[in-house]
């Protein structure tokens, strides 16, 4: 089940109600008997049941989600600024002209996709390699798993100070190593140290996705390739990939878009400076520190639309099926 | 063919080495800051020369640290405990029952998943003022439980399903409701499942920065990732780094210690609820 059941899902429902309350005609055969027969008293409290338990969750959802980005809609198109909260005023679509001639957030777009890209095809490689070791290695398996939930579990901005210190002339063993320089001063050493933390902390999550990937081939499929003659690399392309693949393209959207919001290794790193600013780390500053609420807001929105778009490509072009979603389905 | 699996294990073995000492490095590493005496913490040493806990005893006595570290705790748990609550409600509901609008739950639980957090820091941070929320528990509770909930009903409606669900049918032939059902037959059976769920919106709470810098200003909410990124030293002169470390292990250790007793619970979480083919 993919994940474009998402808006089939929500047809359902509208054609639902619009069958109950009677606009509906074509309804298929099945559907409209089965509506026809009236619901029975357990079927009723059945779906009244459902409902009951399902909406604090979705209001709790909704509430912080839905409305937030439309407030935000709102506030992108007022200049909004909290040191001058008397100049407020509906100004269109001033702020994003603002914001999208500026080359301080093409910079900060451009750094952003250059770590999304680089950290994302990094952790495909040695995440898979990690969920061959955990899934198949003949000792250990529990150290190993152990370890590798490290960096999952860790909290960000304590791995970040870790890499910060280690990176640090005299202080560190790492700036040491490389002759004491101070890499977190110049641009490209700082971009590679940031990718390098973001790495080393999410590696393991995409490993664990990946794991339930391999999970799914079939043990007796390798053995017969193996008698086959395929050799390792063969069997790992011809069989292990094909049948990993949705896996694989869930892991690979869900981090696509947890890179994209990179903000923790920035701020502990660097906090932005030469030019490493992710599009978090400006809109964060141009809110707290800027307490400019509309261009604020304006980036928050031109975030939702980027990452809505990822999603979309993702989920178009590749077909991603998305993760439990095939739940509305068994019933 | 005995040589071949003494070499393939010692093949494995190498690489379960080079796996743990990735992980570990950077853990170590801020532990070993954190034991250095002032006047070896910039020697870059990996293993201190001078053994001191003054940098824990430092951080205990400030103020700063303490609070953020209640701050933290507090928010974490009742953060968990909720959408803990409202996830299996949910959940329960995706798994179990018939009813229209199910599919739609899912799918805006998926798109929260995705959600770019930062795009909700603007408008929050101006919601939050009006209502009188900003710097307060309940203003980093909300949006904790909201990011949590996926992930929640998710993981949940996976363990749901292996439930031997018969012994629910039983319990309605002998008169119970559904209610009775899920309250006295189910939930036992799925505490284990809730307990992992727990364990994994726990660390999520636990680990968030975004939402705490920029949804709180004073020590009332500042929770302790943040309060890491604002210590300075007593002084102006004096260095921050070996009680920044100290208070970095402090809060590594739950973590340590999740990791360490449940590691099976949160693999199978983990992989359960995100990938189902």
Request: glycine share 6%; proline share 5%.
């Amino acid at each position: 089940m993919s994940i474009n059941a998402t808006p089939a899902g929500a047809d359902v429902t509208t054609e639902e109600t619009a069958a109950r309350t009677g606009r509906h005609a074509a309804v298929p055969a099945q559907r409209a008997s089965r509506r026809r027969a009236p619901l029975s008293e357990n079927k009723r409290a059945e779906r009244r049941l459902g409902w009951l338990l399902c909406a604090p969750a979705a209001l709790v959802m909704l509430l912080v989600t839905a409305y937030p980005i439309l407030y935000s809609v709102w506030l992108s198109m007022q200049r909004f600024d909290l040191r001058f909260p008397d100049q407020r005023e509906f100004i269109g679509l001033e702020n994003y002209v603002t914001v999208l001639t500026n080359e301080f957030w093409w910079t900060a777009f451009g750094v952003t996709m250059l770590i999304t890209v680089v950290t994302v095809a990094v952790e495909l490689v040695l995440g898979m390699g990690l969920a061959l070791v955990m899934h198949r290695t003949l000792v250990g398996r529990g150290i190993v798993r152990t370890a590798a939930l490290i960096p999952y579990g860790i909290v960000t901005v304590v791995a970040a100070f870790s890499w910060r210190y280690a990176w640090t002339p005299g202080t560190g063993y790492l700036a040491n190593l490389f002759d004491g320089s101070a890499p977190l001063t110049e641009r490209a050493s700082s971009l590679a140290i940031i990718m390098l933390a973001e790495i080393w902390k999410t590696t393991p999550f995409m490993a664990l996705l990946l794991m339930a990937g391999l999970a799914l081939v079939p043990d007796d499929l390798l053995k017969a390739a193996s008698t086959d003659g395929a050799t390792a690399w063969q069997r790992f392309t011809k069989v292990m990939l094909p049948v990993m693949k949705p896996a694989i393209l869930v892991a690979l959207l869900f981090r696509t878009l947890d890179a994209f919001r990179v903000f923790d290794n920035i701020y502990i790193l660097t906090s932005g400076a030469n030019e490493t600013s992710s599009v978090s780390m400006i809109a964060y500053n141009n809110l707290i520190r800027g307490l400019n609420l509309g261009i604020g807001s304006t980036m928050s929105v031109l975030i939702f639309i980027t990452v809505a778009i990822i999603a979309f490509v993702f989920v178009k072009l590749f077909g991603t099926a998305a993760p439990g979603s095939d739940d509305g389905e068994r019933r | 063919m005995a040589d071949t699996t003494t070499k393939a294990k010692l093949r494995w073995g190498l690489l379960d080495v080079i796996v743990v000492v990735f992980a570990l490095i950077p853990v170590l590493w801020i532990a070993s800051l954190s034991f250095k005496t002032p006047a070896t913490l910039t020697d870059g040493k990996f293993i201190p020369r001078e053994w001191t806990l003054d940098n824990y005893r430092t951080i205990f006595q400030t103020d700063q640290f303490v609070r953020a570290l209640v701050n933290s705790i507090g928010i974490a748990l009742i953060a968990t405990l909720v959408a803990v609550v409202l996830g299996a409600m949910a959940a329960y509901a995706i798994s179990r029952l018939d009813f229209p609008g199910k599919r739609l739950l899912v799918g805006v639980s998926l798109l929260i998943a995705m959600f770019p957090q930062v795009s909700l820091v603007s408008p929050l941070f101006e919601i939050e003022r009006q209502l009188g929320l900003f710097d307060t528990w309940p203003g980093l509770i909300l949006p904790y439980i909201t990011f949590a909930l996926p992930l929640a009903i998710y993981t949940l409606s996976a363990f749901f399903k292996q439930i031997p669900w018969d012994l629910e049918k039983a319990a309605k032939m002998d008169g119970a409701t559904q209610g009775q059902a899920f309250r006295r037959v189910i939930a036992p059976l799925a505490a284990p499942g809730l307990f992992t769920t727990a364990i994994l919106v726990f660390i999520f709470c636990w680990n968030d920065f975004l939402f705490a810098i920029t949804l709180t200003s004073t020590e009332r909410a500042r929770t302790v990732p943040v309060a890491l990124s604002f210590f300075t030293g007593e002084s102006q002169f004096e260095d921050p780094t070996g009680a920044i470390c100290a208070a970095a292990v402090v809060i590594t250790i739950p973590i340590i210690l999740f990791v360490l007793f449940f590691q099976r619970r949160i693999v199978s979480g983990l992989t359960s609820g995100a990938v189902k083919g």
